[in-house]
């Protein structure tokens, strides 16, 4: 699935099964929610903290698609083309960045 699929097939799903959007504020905070599960995940499996009986069944892979599901809706209801946005910030960052991580003796010898 292409990005741009991925916003028409979430728009239809919001249309056919969530009734509607959720207003941008509340999307907003939803992603922020979503990606907080994430980061709870990942201090558990990569960091010091350890997993707690009620995240045993945790799956990194739904969570970080709940986390995509949020913001391709705060992207279709304000009107950003996800596809277009990636290739520009993928030309900036090539533009600002190429020479800068070669350069970077800290990522040398990883």
């Not at 728009?11 to 999307?27: A, M, P, S, V």
């Not at 600002?96 to 010898?109: A, C, F, I, Q, T």
Request: aromatic share 6%.
């Amino acid at each position: 699935m292409t990005i741009e699929e991925a916003q028409k097939t979430v728009d239809q799903w919001i249309k056919t099964n969530g009734i509607r959007y959720f207003n941008e504020l509340t999307n907003t905070a939803i992603l922020m929610e979503e990606v907080g599960e994430v980061a709870r995940i990942m201090a558990r499996k990569y960091g010091e903290q350890s997993f707690k009986k009620s995240d045993e069944e945790v799956n990194l892979a739904d969570e970080m698609a709940d986390v995509m599901f949020v913001l391709i809706c705060l992207a279709n209801q304000t009107g950003i083309n996800l596809t277009e946005a990636l290739e520009k910030n993928l030309q900036k960052k090539t533009l600002r960045d190429s020479e800068r991580h070669k350069n970077n003796e800290k990522l040398k010898g990883g």
